[in-house]
Nanobody, 122 residues
Framework: HLVESGGGSVQPGGSLRLSCTAP????????MGWFRQVPGKDREFVAG????????SYGDSVKGRFTISRDNSLNTMYLQMESLEPEDTAVYYC?????????????????WGQGTQVTVSS
């Protein structure tokens, strides 16, 4: 069970930071990822990080604007989102998989949060 926080409404060009934690579970053993979904579309890979945060991967639409990180001492993963665009509006989900490898395939993640809404609008 994962819990996301930090979503909200922001104007274009603004910033938000999402957090993901797992009460009662140690996240450091998992590869972690962020996905997003808008109604009527498939869930899209946003970013992923390995156990230690040393390796990361990003979807093409967010490269250079979003940064994924993790603090295993706090059992928390983050998604720093900069230069937000209306097209970034979606429900954002964090996910975890018991593997060494980052993947963009949502079917290969074992655990999911409930999602947090991000709305970018003027």
């Amino acid at each position: 069970h994962l819990v996301e926080s930090g979503g909200g409404s922001v104007q274009p060009g603004g910033s938000l930071r999402l957090s993901c934690t797992a009460p009662g579970r140690t996240l450091s053993v998992f590869v972690m990822g962020w996905f997003r979904q808008v109604p009527g579309k498939d869930r899209e890979f946003v970013a992923g990080t390995d156990w230690g945060g040393g390796r990361t991967s990003y979807g093409d639409s967010v490269k250079g604007r979003f940064t994924i990180s993790r603090d295993n001492s706090l059992n928390t993963m983050y998604l720093q989102m900069e230069s937000l665009e209306p097209e970034d509006t979606a429900v954002y989900y964090c996910a975890a998989r018991a593997s060494s490898f980052i993947t963009a395939k949502m079917s290969e993640y074992d655990y999911w949060g409930q999602g947090t809404q991000v709305t970018v609008s003027s």
